[in-house]
């Protein structure tokens, strides 16, 4: 079975700065993505960024990258220049192993920007 | 840019009453999904549908979930006798392919009273 694991379940980060946000999963698969999705107190899910595991460059989408390392089912997400809008839960999320399955979402980080 | 839609934002209902979420997933979408998030925890999957029939459904989704494409644009969750238990947002999904990005609509708040 897949599981994903996020063992921050709160993280704060002063305004300007970087944070970053670890995910840990587990899969039998060899080719798959991963991704980032933020949720914000409107409690909508909005894709942050997406990393496919065949490519070994790191994903990035403006002041988002992740750390993607294989080998350690390791999925990280950076912020940099951290905003007060960035302040949502954050959740990793891993596909699952057959033609259209299901979401498999870790337990969140809830990350707080401060001024 | 193309989005999921879904009606209503916000449903007030008594328990063992009926509902219908309704979603309209973005139109070149071959797949559709339906999620659950129970406040405070995380998102929970509950049923995948492509080709005009479930493709994949959890433990969640029992005898008194089903789910429906009634046309060419709508996707349906009903919920035939709803427990207190089934308050939570549910969150419509659809992805172009399998395994490849999911987009989100808004939600729907469902409370049970």
């Not at chain 2, 999921?4 to 071959?30: A, D, F, K, W, Y």
């Not at chain 2, 959890?58 to 009903?78: A, C, M, W």
């Amino acid at each position: 079975a897949q599981t994903v694991t996020q063992s921050q379940p709160e993280m704060s980060v002063q305004e300007a700065e970087t944070v970053t946000l670890s995910c840990t999963y587990d899969t039998s698969e060899n080719n798959y993505y991963l991704f980032w999705y933020k949720q914000p107190p409107s409690r909508q899910m909005i894709l942050v960024i997406r990393q496919e595991a065949y490519k070994q460059q790191n994903a990035t989408e403006n002041r988002f990258s992740v750390n993607f390392q294989k080998a350690a089912k390791s999925f990280s997400l950076k912020i940099s220049d951290s905003q007060l809008g960035d302040t949502a839960m954050y959740f990793c999320a891993l596909p699952g192993e057959t033609s259209g399955s299901r979401l498999t979402f870790g337990e969140g980080t809830q990350l707080t920007v401060n001024p | 840019e193309p989005e999921v839609t879904q009606t209503p934002s916000h449903q007030v209902t008594q328990m063992g009453q009926e509902v219908i979420l309704r979603c309209v997933p973005i139109s070149n979408h071959l797949y559709f999904y339906w999620y659950r998030q129970i406040l405070g925890q995380k998102v929970e999957f509950l049923v995948s549908f492509y080709n005009n029939e479930i493709s994949e459904k959890s433990e969640i989704f029992d005898d008194q979930f089903s789910v429906e494409r009634p046309d060419g644009s709508n996707f349906t969750l009903k919920i035939r006798s709803t427990k207190l238990e089934d308050s939570a947002m549910y969150f419509c999904a659809s992805s172009e392919d399998s395994q490849e990005t999911q987009y989100f609509g808004p939600g729907t708040r469902l409370l049970v009273l």
